[in-house]
């Protein structure tokens, strides 16, 4: 459904209903349960499947326009609460959770890139715009010579006001300030922002120019702690034992979206974007790699990367999980979260133990939901 254009929104209703639905003693258990197993306490059973029992709201939580969360702080946040309102809503398994959510052009934006806005009757969140090589070339000078990006320039500092924006806002909420946890903002990865920055031509330069892409990705990968640091430090309850990414959770304090590496080979992701994922992972004390689509080819490599806890994915179907998946993740302490169900019924069906490693029931991918039925076929 469309989110609606201009609509008026008083922040303090919807916190308020919420506040009211919010059973402590659910959450507890809840986040009890989140913590057990990412600690690896669920070996128990073969998976992980949370859930709460439901609490309608009696409000109507109307969906608004995209473009409208980039004008005004309160818009933002209630597009995000929206999700928790669902959650308590029907039931559903996942923390409460919120961050700044400002689309895919947070790092691309401190290096110049302008963001494009589709006609608010589109309403999708805005891209970055692809820059000219000869500017990123000028960017990866000036980053050698010691002048490195802003990380608060773009849309940085509007994720860190955002932030502290919404601290203000629960102090009168004492219950939503306990349970809602806040993250960190979309980063996306080291080749995603490559691609980001360099439009199409990307793959071929990364046989066509090498030695440029190496300089770059060490551009994007230095940013991307920096800015990272920085918002921490802004906000402490985003550590680096736990993260609480899409309302799940995984061990250590940062996720890398590789989406745009599953059009690579495993071959260009272990000479190009290894060492940038490596030297992230390290920075926090671990953490977690998101894909979509079909990444097997990457999994062995995500598995190799020191302190990487859990992976996400979001397409089982299109991946070879008994061969590949399972063996380089939860045969080597990697969990998997937000598996959909229908992976789940065909593991159930074939027998196979996953260990208590794989939580079950989300599906995390921006642009669809969980399919009702396995594409493979429910036979499969």
Same mark, same amino acid.
Request: a negative charge; one cysteine or more.
């Given at each position: 459904?469309?989110?609606?254009?201009?609509?008026?929104?008083?922040?303090? =209703?919807?916190?308020?209903?919420? =506040?009211?639905?919010?059973?402590? /003693?659910?959450?507890?258990?809840?986040?009890?349960?989140?913590?057990?197993?990412?600690?690896?306490?669920?070996?128990?059973?073969?998976?992980?499947?949370?859930?709460?029992?439901?609490?309608?709201?009696?409000?109507?939580? !109307?969906?608004?326009?995209?473009?409208?969360?980039?004008?005004?702080?309160?818009?933002?946040?209630?597009?995000?609460?929206?999700? +928790?309102?669902?959650?308590?809503?029907?039931?559903?398994?996942?923390?409460?959770?919120?961050?700044?959510?400002?689309?895919?052009?947070?790092?691309?934006?401190?290096?110049? +890139?302008?963001?494009?806005?589709? !006609?608010?009757?589109?309403?999708?969140?805005?891209? !970055?715009?692809?820059?000219?090589?000869?500017?990123?070339?000028?960017?990866?000078? &000036?980053?050698?010579?010691?002048?490195?990006?802003?990380?608060?320039?773009?849309?940085?500092?509007?994720?860190?006001?955002?932030?502290?924006?919404?601290?203000?806002?629960?102090?009168?909420? !004492?219950?939503?300030?306990?349970?809602?946890?806040?993250?960190?903002?979309? $980063?996306?990865?080291?080749?995603?922002?490559?691609?980001?920055?360099?439009?199409?031509?990307?793959?071929?330069?990364?046989?066509?120019?090498?030695?440029? #892409? @190496? &300089? #770059?990705?060490?551009?994007?990968?230095?940013?991307?702690?920096?800015?990272?640091?920085?918002?921490?430090?802004?906000?402490?309850? +985003?550590?680096?034992?736990?993260?609480?990414?899409?309302?799940?959770?995984?061990?250590?304090?940062?996720?890398?979206?590789?989406?745009?590496? +599953?059009?690579?080979?495993?071959?260009?992701?272990?000479?190009?974007?290894?060492?940038?994922?490596?030297?992230?992972?390290?920075?926090?004390?671990?953490?977690?790699?998101?894909?979509?689509?079909?990444?097997?080819?990457?999994?062995?490599?995500?598995?190799? *990367?020191?302190? /990487?806890?859990? *992976?996400?994915?979001?397409?089982?179907?299109?991946?070879?999980?008994?061969? #590949? /998946?399972?063996?380089? $993740?939860?045969?080597?302490?990697?969990?998997?979260?937000?598996?959909?169900?229908?992976?789940?019924?065909?593991?159930?069906? @074939?027998?196979?133990?996953?260990?208590?490693?794989? @939580?079950?029931? #989300?599906?995390?991918?921006?642009?669809?939901?969980?399919?009702?039925?396995?594409?493979?076929? =429910?036979?499969?």
């Amino acid at each position: 459904m469309e989110g609606q254009l201009n609509m008026e929104i008083n922040i303090h =209703e919807y916190l308020v209903d919420l =506040e009211g639905r919010i059973d402590e /003693v659910q959450e507890e258990k809840l986040l009890a349960d989140y913590y057990a197993f990412a600690d690896r306490k669920m070996d128990d059973r073969s998976y992980f499947e949370p859930k709460r029992n439901p609490a309608p709201s009696n409000l109507d939580w !109307p969906d608004i326009c995209f473009n409208d969360t980039f004008r005004e702080f309160d818009k933002m946040i209630y597009k995000q609460l929206r999700r +928790c309102n669902d959650q308590l809503t029907k039931g559903g398994g996942e923390l409460l959770v919120v961050r700044p959510s400002y689309g895919i052009g947070l790092i691309p934006s401190m290096f110049g +890139c302008e963001l494009k806005f589709l !006609p608010d009757e589109q309403d999708y969140l805005p891209s !970055p715009v692809k820059m000219d090589w000869d500017s990123i070339m000028q960017l990866v000078e &000036d980053f050698k010579s010691g002048k490195k990006p802003d990380v608060r320039s773009g849309l940085g500092q509007k994720c860190i006001d955002a932030g502290h924006h919404l601290e203000e806002l629960l102090e009168s909420y !004492p219950k939503i300030k306990k349970y809602l946890h806040l993250y960190t903002p979309d $980063t996306q990865g080291p080749c995603d922002v490559a691609e980001a920055l360099i439009g199409s031509d990307f793959y071929l330069d990364l046989y066509d120019e090498e030695d440029a #892409i @190496h &300089d #770059i990705t060490d551009m994007i990968t230095d940013t991307f702690i920096r800015f990272v640091r920085v918002w921490k430090e802004e906000f402490p309850c +985003c550590g680096n034992d736990y993260s609480f990414d899409y309302g799940l959770i995984y061990k250590g304090g940062i996720l890398i979206r590789e989406d745009s590496a +599953c059009n690579i080979s495993g071959t260009m992701y272990d000479e190009f974007f290894f060492e940038s994922d490596q030297k992230i992972i390290s920075a926090f004390n671990g953490g977690l790699i998101h894909f979509c689509g079909r990444g097997d080819h990457l999994v062995k490599s995500f598995s190799n *990367i020191e302190g /990487v806890t859990a *992976i996400n994915m979001s397409q089982p179907d299109m991946n070879k999980m008994d061969e #590949i /998946v399972y063996p380089n $993740t939860i045969d080597k302490d990697i969990q998997i979260i937000g598996m959909p169900k229908f992976e789940i019924r065909r593991c159930d069906r @074939h027998g196979i133990n996953l260990k208590g490693m794989v @939580h079950v029931g #989300i599906c995390v991918a921006a642009w669809m939901g969980e399919p009702e039925t396995d594409p493979r076929g =429910e036979d499969c």
